[in-house]
């Protein structure tokens, strides 16, 4: 059998059901549809609201809803959702219960691995950059090892995403941890006390708007590979404009172009693996504070998730990863769900930009 071209996963968001904490904080049944619904055009040519189709307005508290993503992933050529999980340290989480079910029921069938979101969460998504919500911990050792413990059944689970049997594990801010090497060391022993061949540790690399990434530390920490995540823009920003409304100056968002081309990796290490980009644009959550790229389309999307493939196709088989952003991040503009005026063209890209030909 030929192996894939490359191994497309695709970031997924869990935040599609109310929790007590965005009801708090966000008025009562707050879900990332609320951000997404709500969004209005903020400068000409700006198309929002984007809606879903096919699936609808989900809630992830309903198998039906994970059964039916699943699917239409797996037709579409995406291997594995990458779940974000979140552990705040101290044993503190905050929307576990998709997963969790995913977990404990054996449904949907497609693979998973998790992806930490080690990241103090603020109002950024409202245009409250200063408000702490819930801060990022990192209480030591003892909590290392809860945090470990916790996330051991899914490693054990038959649908993990593997690398040679390792379990793949996912930071998104390494540059963030205490001791980056110390946290490889100590979590790659802790898999193997757990009778584990060890874990395929995948460091973010961000470098969103090309200015150099936040950390280049993914040879000398031990991670078994780097995910480098650039958005799709051309390097000039078109504009950050302000207009005028009545007696009022009212700020545009950062304005990108969609790049016609995919950025490729850049060559401070041989472990960095393709992100792709569907579109960007963050205003249903930000507002006028937010990023938005025009000009994408599926058309170009296939063009950089061929590119993308290309440039991992001496890799060993199962390290060809294409790290998808997003499955699901409908109030960043990036997914790859059905919407109103695309349907089904974001999924249809990523499979014939995958297999080729």
Not at 45 to 74: C, I, K, N, V, W
Request: charge should be neutral.
């Amino acid at each position: 059998m030929t192996a894939p071209r490359a191994r497309a996963v695709a970031f997924y968001l869990p935040q599609y059901h109310p929790v007590p904490e965005n009801d708090e904080w966000w008025g009562a049944g707050f879900t990332e549809w609320t951000n997404t619904a709500r969004a209005r055009p903020l400068f000409p040519g700006h198309r929002q609201p984007t809606l879903p189709a096919d699936l609808g307005f989900y809630d992830l508290r309903l198998p039906e809803a994970r059964a039916a993503q699943s699917a239409m992933a797996r037709e579409h050529g995406v291997e594995a959702f990458v779940y974000w999980h979140y552990w705040f340290g101290n044993g503190s989480r905050i929307l576990e219960r998709p997963f969790a079910e995913v977990l404990k029921t054996g449904e949907p069938d497609i693979s998973f691995c998790l992806a930490w979101a080690n990241q103090t969460w603020s109002g950024i998504w409202h245009g409250a950059r200063d408000r702490v919500l819930k801060e990022q911990l990192y209480p030591g050792l003892e909590d290392e090892r809860a945090h470990f413990e916790a996330v051991l059944p899914a490693f054990r689970d038959d649908r993990y995403l593997r690398v040679d049997d390792r379990p793949v594990f996912y930071v998104f801010r390494p540059e963030d941890l205490p001791d980056a090497a110390g946290f490889v060391d100590r979590w790659q022993e802790m898999a193997r006390r757990a009778g584990l061949p060890g874990l395929y540790l995948v460091a973010e690399v961000a470098d969103l708007l090309g200015f150099g990434p936040k950390f280049d530390g993914v040879d000398s920490a031990g991670f078994d590979a780097g995910a480098y995540i650039r958005m799709p823009v051309d390097a000039t920003r078109l504009a950050t404009l302000r207009m005028r409304a009545g007696r009022k100056l009212l700020r545009w968002p950062e304005i990108y172009r969609h790049a016609p081309e995919h950025a490729g990796l850049p060559a401070f290490s041989a472990r960095l693996q393709p992100s792709v980009f569907p579109n960007w644009d963050n205003t249903p959550r930000s507002g006028r504070r937010g990023l938005a790229i025009t000009g994408s389309s599926p058309e170009v999307f296939e063009r950089h998730v061929r590119q993308a493939v290309a440039s991992i196709a001496d890799r060993p088989a199962q390290e060809r990863f294409l790290w998808v952003k997003s499955w699901n991040e409908w109030a960043e503009g990036n997914h790859l769900e059905p919407d109103l005026r695309h349907g089904r063209g974001w999924l249809e890209a990523l499979r014939e930009g995958v297999a080729g030909g």
